[in-house]
């Protein structure tokens, strides 16, 4: 190599897509701190303390609650592959990206895979899938809490009680959810969660928190065969943050620190305030994108308040109304997937990214750039529409 | 939770265990940069200078060069998961806990294991390889070049040669090895080799460089089923990677600027510069741990630079020596594993650690505690013989 490439200096964004969001400064702060051993009796003591913190936000008692060392994607095999043993009838509820992809890894755990489909921006309803559990008789059953690829939000405390009522256990997709709406481990008896650092939780993407029950527990232990993954088996990476601390893989130290520093702002905040922010800057957004005519892609009364999947305007060019607003004013908005490319933007207020200025600005940059490409409406309405709800809601 | 645990404040610690070793400052400062998001221009930009560096560290032109975001069993599981299909022949030299994992890993992925082993601390002939590709006749052999576990360097030049002319193909373990000693992924013409952050790199945990020979990625494209691990997929990983930037998973971006700038450190010092660094310091602490007694558990002419397994003197208490180097130096130094627990202690001079003040203190404050413990040596004279080298290298 002739010439080294320069340092990393990245431009300085404003997260507001599908994730990672904005990353809190005592977060990114907290990641730089200097790094220990991962049998340093003081890691060991913060990977107890980010375990108890885990568990208040998941709101579970779970023993199993602990960050799998990979991205969110991680966590959502780790769940899929300890819980599914070749063979086992699974059941997958698809109504966007990442319900098709557990379809993909429960095929690939060895999993007798049906799945029940809505379409884009739509979620499920108990009896469709109590219609399901009857037919297909499953062991396990998957669905997703908050599909980031559709901004749906899938009621799920009746889908719950359905699926153990049917006997069998039900992996939860709390990726886009942990932090941002009320994820309830305990209530609702779910038997795997899984989640991401880079979405509510203000945090680096780079670690997974997941929570399995004692049921859940019980079934991986008494397995068949091993599990597929030696990375991502459970019942080894349980034996390096329980008590035991049995050597498996070197954790990723820092980011253990950053995610520490993440809940503690969450429980600093408190849950339900940390809610509540989240659904009013939604209303706001949602007050103001209205109020230039733009409208959501989700199903009326299940929009996420952290993930706004709202249509392109007719006659507005998707993409270079997104780069102009990451050149022109440093905003990233996600664009759609698969069944929503080219027609629908992901507009995400998640964690410290849901922020009044954020929504402020966003509206004012979107009605210059829809002005610029003719869009028609009156100037200034969307900022007033969404100050109207910051008003209101003082 | 009634009351939150205080922020993150690790102690300071010089790190001379296994890993995680000493991260350079630099490589610490630009972990914290500002997040950008994964289809970031900025971000695209970042992953392509990495690939690039990477293949130079690696020395390589294999196109299929990228860190996966986990670990480095993340990375080690990816080569073996993608290079081996359910009922292939899989040769796996055993020498140590890594070879060990390789079995672990190639059975879940289906193989049909073959074991050569070698006591602890030693390494493996060319004869005995050869012996085994004969019998064996396997499709995949799988080897480690530098064993964390007994700091043992395995000569590979011979054995890959052998392991071609045979028709295999060869997975290296360069976790430990990558940039403390010469990794020559071309000349040696390897199919796959993995890698972890927190070793020679002076980086944080938490990504795992790998790399594929084009014959590697042609078997991976022409297998008959599916990888059993879709985080772990590298034909779907490579396609975030590559030019078509595909959705797979969000990486973990800070992670990476921390690597770009490991990379950078290396590549600025300069390979062969790098590695006669990590023999000098290797040296200096070989004296002086021979001027009080202190003998290595490796193969002599096989010792790794970089991780130094060495006998711990008769009547010599481990734990309370590396506790107190612990809690009196803030040194950590690692135990033995397996065979080697409660005899062998492993210290690290690996990338930013392998420091001539490192190696001074540590042999200072191993003097003091094994005066305590009463173990007979002329008082002074390890830091005398390691000035000694360094003098005599000047």
């Given at each position: 190599m002739?010439?080294l490439?320069?340092t990393?200096?990245?431009?300085?964004?404003?997260?507001?897509g599908?994730g990672?969001?904005?990353i809190?400064p005592?977060?990114l702060?907290?990641?730089?701190?200097?790094?220990?051993?991962?049998?340093?009796?003081?890691y060991?003591?913060i990977?107890?303390e980010?375990?108890?913190m885990?568990?208040?936000?998941f709101?579970?008692?779970?023993r199993?609650?602990?960050?799998?060392?990979?991205?969110?994607?991680?966590g959502?095999?780790?769940?899929?592959?300890?819980?599914?043993?070749?063979g086992?009838?699974?059941?997958v509820c698809v109504?966007?990206?990442?319900?098709?992809?557990?379809?993909?890894?429960a095929e690939?755990?060895?999993g007798e895979v049906?799945t029940?489909?809505?379409?884009?921006?739509?979620?499920f309803?108990?009896?469709?899938v109590?219609e399901?559990?009857?037919?297909?008789?499953?062991?396990?059953?998957?669905i997703?809490l908050?599909?980031?690829?559709?901004?749906a939000?899938?009621?799920?405390?009746?889908?719950?009680?359905?699926?153990?009522?049917?006997g069998?256990?039900?992996?939860?997709d709390?990726?886009?959810?942990?932090?941002?709406?009320?994820v309830e481990?305990d209530?609702?008896?779910?038997d795997?969660?899984?989640?991401?650092?880079q979405?509510?939780l203000?945090?680096?993407?780079?670690?997974?928190?997941?929570s399995?029950?004692?049921?859940?527990?019980d079934?991986i232990?008494?397995r068949?065969?091993?599990?597929?993954?030696?990375?991502?088996?459970?019942?080894?990476?349980a034996?390096?943050?329980?008590?035991?601390?049995v050597?498996?893989?070197?954790?990723?130290?820092n980011?253990?620190?950053?995610l520490?520093?993440a809940?503690?702002l969450?429980?600093?905040?408190?849950?339900e305030a940390?809610?509540?922010r989240?659904?009013?800057?939604?209303?706001?957004?949602k007050?103001g994108?209205?109020a230039?005519?733009?409208?959501?892609?989700?199903?009326?009364?299940?929009?996420l308040?952290?993930?706004?999947?709202?249509?392109?305007?007719p006659?507005?060019?998707?993409a270079?109304?997104?780069?102009?607003?990451?050149?022109?004013?440093?905003i990233e908005i996600?664009?759609?997937?698969g069944?929503?490319?080219?027609?629908?933007?992901?507009?995400?207020?998640?964690?410290?990214?849901?922020?009044?200025?954020?929504?402020?600005?966003?509206?004012?940059a979107l009605?210059?750039l829809?002005?610029?490409?003719?869009?028609?409406?009156?100037?200034g309405?969307?900022?007033?529409?969404a100050?109207?709800?910051?008003?209101?809601?003082?």
């Amino acid at each position: 190599m002739n010439v080294l490439p320069p340092t990393v200096t990245p431009p300085v964004r404003t997260l507001m897509g599908p994730g990672p969001s904005d990353i809190h400064p005592r977060v990114l702060a907290t990641l730089a701190r200097p790094t220990v051993g991962h049998m340093d009796p003081y890691y060991l003591q913060i990977m107890d303390e980010l375990q108890s913190m885990l568990r208040e936000v998941f709101r579970t008692k779970n023993r199993l609650t602990m960050a799998i060392s990979g991205t969110g994607s991680a966590g959502q095999e780790a769940t899929v592959l300890n819980l599914i043993e070749p063979g086992d009838r699974v059941l997958v509820c698809v109504n966007g990206v990442f319900g098709g992809r557990l379809v993909d890894m429960a095929e690939r755990a060895g999993g007798e895979v049906t799945t029940i489909e809505r379409p884009w921006g739509e979620v499920f309803t108990v009896v469709e899938v109590k219609e399901a559990l009857a037919r297909v008789k499953p062991k396990v059953v998957a669905i997703v809490l908050a599909e980031t690829s559709t901004g749906a939000w899938q009621p799920i405390e009746k889908i719950a009680a359905a699926v153990r009522d049917a006997g069998a256990m039900l992996i939860l997709d709390t990726v886009t959810a942990l932090g941002g709406i009320p994820v309830e481990i305990d209530k609702w008896q779910i038997d795997a969660a899984y989640s991401g650092t880079q979405k509510c939780l203000s945090c680096p993407p780079g670690l997974a928190p997941v929570s399995f029950s004692d049921r859940a527990v019980d079934k991986i232990l008494k397995r068949r065969e091993k599990v597929r993954s030696w990375y991502l088996d459970v019942s080894l990476i349980a034996n390096y943050w329980g008590g035991d601390r049995v050597y498996h893989h070197t954790a990723p130290i820092n980011m253990t620190y950053a995610l520490h520093e993440a809940l503690r702002l969450v429980l600093e905040e408190g849950l339900e305030a940390c809610f509540a922010r989240h659904r009013r800057n939604h209303e706001a957004l949602k007050a103001g994108l209205a109020a230039i005519g733009i409208d959501y892609a989700t199903q009326p009364g299940h929009a996420l308040p952290q993930l706004n999947a709202v249509r392109i305007p007719p006659g507005i060019d998707d993409a270079s109304v997104r780069n102009a607003l990451l050149e022109r004013f440093g905003i990233e908005i996600g664009a759609g997937l698969g069944a929503f490319n080219g027609t629908v933007w992901r507009i995400g207020l998640m964690g410290y990214a849901s922020r009044h200025t954020n929504v402020l600005v966003l509206l004012a940059a979107l009605e210059q750039l829809l002005a610029e490409q003719g869009h028609q409406f009156e100037h200034g309405a969307a900022v007033a529409a969404a100050n109207a709800v910051y008003r209101d809601r003082k």
